[in-house]
């Protein structure tokens, strides 16, 4: 997967056609029947927005890539809407444009709202990007109801459940098409396994599962491939590690924001999966944070297939290391308030 979207990226840069027809017959389509796919990023303008929309211009999936933010996204639409690749970009700003940048979307991404600051958790943002989101996705059960939406305003433990109770409100809700997107601690523990067990990046991949935020994100690498049979304290120490990523970027931006590079990088890879099962693409596999049955919690992070409706199906969570099972035990009490808090916030006004 990752290294089709790295094969996208460069035909894209170096393709003046939209997508070559090796790629186009590698994906398994007929040039004609390439589907049409509107992308919306709303918080475009944002620290994550802004790489997220140049990785979406980058996509040969994306025929139509609509930019939305309080602010600035004139420019950056105008900026990104130069690269000659497939899709045509529009931005929008302005709440007054909210329904024309949603209308008729596929997929809207949400990277909209405020990051943390160093000594801050993901929990402290709730007050600001509850209300924020709470109100986009009001718009998208108005305009796009059948959308797939991938969310990465934080905290993500609490925002998927808010979107999931407006989207009910509105009579919209398809559990089959709300993500939480936590794939950059899929990309993180990648990384980061990698270079302790030595072994190249690019062949590794380990599940990561329960939520996205501190004890709640938990990386199973028992389950990691290749398999490595590192030492416990180093299981431990990587485990740490990915839970802690994103506090690792906070402090070292010292008050500059929080991770936004690789959260474009992850957020486009995510996309990019949610598209290509839209498109039939067979076997796409990604993690992500969803309503949920695999354990007592409503909603949990794990391996999911994507299909042409979304979710196609949320897999199981495989064997588990004791170490495993006691990180599990202990997310669960943080993971169950942070949702039962988005919930309760839906639900208030
Ligand atoms: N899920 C994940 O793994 C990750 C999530 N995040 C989260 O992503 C969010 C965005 O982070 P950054 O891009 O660094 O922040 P940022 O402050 O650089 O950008 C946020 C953008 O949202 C816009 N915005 C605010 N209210 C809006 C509204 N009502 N409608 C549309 N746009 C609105 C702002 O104008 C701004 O351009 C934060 O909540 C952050 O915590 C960040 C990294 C990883
Ligand atoms: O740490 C943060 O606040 C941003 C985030 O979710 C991450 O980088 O994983």
């Known amino acids: 997967m990752r290294s089709s979207m790295l094969r996208s990226v460069r035909t894209a840069l170096t393709s003046t056609s939209s997508f070559t027809r090796g790629q186009v017959l590698r994906r398994g389509f007929s040039s004609e029947s390439v589907p049409e796919r509107k992308v919306v990023v709303l918080g475009a303008a944002g620290g994550i927005?802004?790489?997220?929309?140049?990785?979406?211009?980058?996509?040969?999936?994306?025929?139509?890539?609509s930019l939305y933010d309080i602010a600035a996204t004139p420019g950056v639409a105008a900026d990104v809407s130069h690269i000659n690749t497939r899709s045509e970009?529009?931005?929008?700003?302005?709440?007054?444009?909210?329904?024309?940048?949603?209308?008729?979307?596929?997929?809207?991404?949400?990277?909209?709202?405020?990051?943390?600051?160093?000594?801050?958790?993901?929990?402290?943002?709730?007050?600001?990007?509850?209300?924020?989101?709470?109100?986009?996705?009001?718009?998208?059960?108005?305009?796009?109801?059948?959308?797939?939406?991938?969310?990465i305003s934080n905290p993500v433990n609490s925002?998927?459940?808010?979107?999931?109770?407006?989207?009910?409100?509105?009579?919209?809700?398809?559990?089959?098409?709300?993500?939480?997107?936590?794939?950059?601690?899929?990309?993180?523990?990648?990384?980061?396994?990698?270079?302790?067990?030595?072994?190249?990046?690019?062949?590794?991949?380990?599940?990561?599962?329960?939520?996205?935020?501190?004890v709640t994100i938990l990386p199973l690498f028992s389950q990691a491939t290749p398999q490595a049979n590192l030492p416990?304290?180093?299981?431990?120490?990587?485990?740490?590690?990915t839970q802690d990523g994103g506090t690792e970027v906070v402090e070292a931006k010292a008050g500059k924001g929080s991770a936004t590079l690789s959260m474009a990088y992850a957020g486009a890879l995510f996309a990019d999966a949610c598209l290509k099962g839209l498109n039939g693409v067979p076997d796409v596999v990604e993690c992500s944070f969803v309503q949920s049955s695999v354990t007592d919690l409503?909603?949990?992070?794990?391996?999911?297939?994507?299909?042409?409706?979304?979710?196609?199906?949320?897999?199981?969570?495989?064997?588990?290391?004791?170490?495993?099972?006691?990180?599990l035990e202990i997310l669960k009490p943080e993971l169950k308030s942070s949702i039962e808090k988005g919930i309760k916030f839906a639900n208030q006004s």
């Not at 098409?177 to 990648?190: E, H, N, P, Q």
């Not at 409503?298 to 099972?325: C, H, I, M, T, W």
């Open 49 to 65: 927005g802004q790489p997220l929309s140049l990785l979406m211009k980058l996509n040969p999936l994306v025929s139509s890539l």
């Open 89 to 151: 970009v529009k931005g929008y700003v302005g709440e007054e444009n909210l329904g024309e940048a949603l209308k008729d979307a596929d997929v809207v991404i949400i990277p909209a709202g405020v990051p943390r600051k160093p000594g801050m958790t993901r929990d402290d943002l709730f007050n600001i990007n509850a209300g924020i989101v709470k109100s986009l996705c009001a718009a998208i059960a108005k305009y796009c109801p059948h959308a797939v939406v991938n969310m």
């Open 159 to 214: 925002t998927v459940p808010i979107a999931a109770e407006v989207f009910k409100k509105a009579g919209t809700y398809d559990e089959k098409k709300l993500f939480g997107v936590t794939t950059l601690d899929v990309v993180r523990a990648r990384t980061f396994y990698a270079g302790k067990a030595n072994v190249p990046v690019a062949g590794v991949n380990v599940p990561v599962v329960g939520g996205h935020a501190g």
């Open 232 to 241: 416990h304290d180093q299981i431990v120490a990587l485990t740490k590690r």
């Open 298 to 327: 409503p909603f949990f992070a794990s391996k999911v297939r994507l299909g042409k409706n979304g979710v196609e199906e949320v897999l199981g969570l495989g064997a588990l290391s004791d170490y495993e099972k006691e990180g």
